[in-house]
């Protein structure tokens, strides 16, 4: 019997679109070559165009997931999507910290790609105080690094992004990967911050349509690729460009926004043996 593939184990949403959440967070782990252990968090109604609504599940059997293939698995990485309540939030949290040393992505999942709202304010106050802090890479984009770091029961301004991401390190992470696709630039800026500052910044064609589970491509590549072994910077050069990979490779499946093609190298080597 073959060894296993480093596992990856991801919270999140499920998506029935398949063009985000867990699904997405599926098949990119398994893309890359780490068996996928998936916990559900929370339940959505949605299609191509939006979130309809969406079910917490209990806390309680969120953590009972975890830990029944956390004790039976060695996991070799966390990712953490969208986690639908304060409850599970702390749930979730509960049972990472029983892991310190495991490299953890989180994605905070504030909106879906159209705007509905997937975390309430009570829920952005659990991830600010009890996920941060335990967070390997977090992975905003640009409007969720501005949420997270800016205090909403203020009226203060909005600061700039960079220092907002110097903010979110403040909170506790290690390192943040602010994506920039949500910016007025020609082209997307995505930039790596540690403790010194900026430690990367790369910029990528600006693609033309909008899609469905960008950020969850992008978070689970990552935590792949750190289960692998790679370092830091090497991982996050890596995953983007396997995200901007499947985003090339988009297609429309539905009315709304493109679904990412996390399985575009199949179709590649399909091509190169024609
Ligand atoms: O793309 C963010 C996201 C994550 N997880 C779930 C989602 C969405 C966006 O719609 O539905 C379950």
């Given amino acids: 019997m073959r060894d296993a593939p480093p596992l990856v184990l991801t919270f999140a949403g499920t998506d029935p679109t398949g063009g985000a959440g867990l699904q997405a967070d599926v098949l990119t782990l398994a893309s890359?070559?780490?068996?996928?252990?998936?916990?559900?968090?929370?339940?959505?109604?949605?299609?191509?165009?939006?979130?309809?609504?969406?079910?917490p599940l209990e806390a309680e059997w969120v953590a009972d997931q975890a830990r029944r293939v956390l004790e039976d698995m060695p996991v070799a990485a966390f990712k953490i999507g969208m986690l639908g309540s304060p409850e599970v939030a702390l749930a979730v949290a509960e049972v990472v910290s029983d892991y310190p040393d495991l490299p953890l992505v989180l994605d905070p999942v504030l909106a879906s790609g159209r705007g509905d709202e997937l975390a309430t304010e009570d829920l952005v106050a659990v991830i600010r105080q009890t996920l941060l802090p335990q967070t390997t890479v977090l992975t905003p984009n640009s409007l969720e690094a501005r949420q997270l770091a800016v205090d909403e029961t203020t009226d203060e301004e909005v600061p700039d992004l960079d220092t907002c991401a110097l903010r979110l390190l403040e909170l506790g992470c290690e390192y943040v990967l602010v994506t920039g696709a949500h910016e007025q630039t020609a082209q997307v800026v995505n930039t790596l911050y540690g403790e010194d500052g900026?430690?990367?910044?790369?910029?990528?064609?600006?693609?033309?349509?909008?899609?469905?589970?960008?950020?969850?491509?992008?978070?689970?590549?990552?935590?792949?690729?750190?289960?692998?072994?790679?370092?830091?910077?090497?991982?996050?050069?890596?995953?983007?460009?396997y995200t901007h990979?499947?985003?090339?490779?988009?297609?429309?499946?539905?009315?709304?926004?493109?679904?990412?093609?996390?399985?575009?190298w199949l179709h590649e080597a399909g091509e190169d043996a024609t």
């Fill in 32 to 55: 890359l070559g780490c068996h996928p252990l998936s916990v559900v968090t929370a339940v959505t109604v949605q299609d191509s165009l939006g979130v309809e609504d969406f079910l």
């Fill in 198 to 241: 900026v430690l990367q910044r790369l910029t990528w064609e600006r693609l033309p349509a909008s899609y469905h589970g960008s950020g969850c491509t992008l978070a689970s590549a990552l935590a792949a690729l750190l289960a692998q072994g790679l370092d830091l910077r090497e991982a996050s050069r890596q995953a983007q460009e």
């Fill in 245 to 264: 990979r499947s985003l090339r490779a988009a297609f429309r499946a539905g009315m709304g926004q493109a679904i990412p093609d996390r399985l575009y």
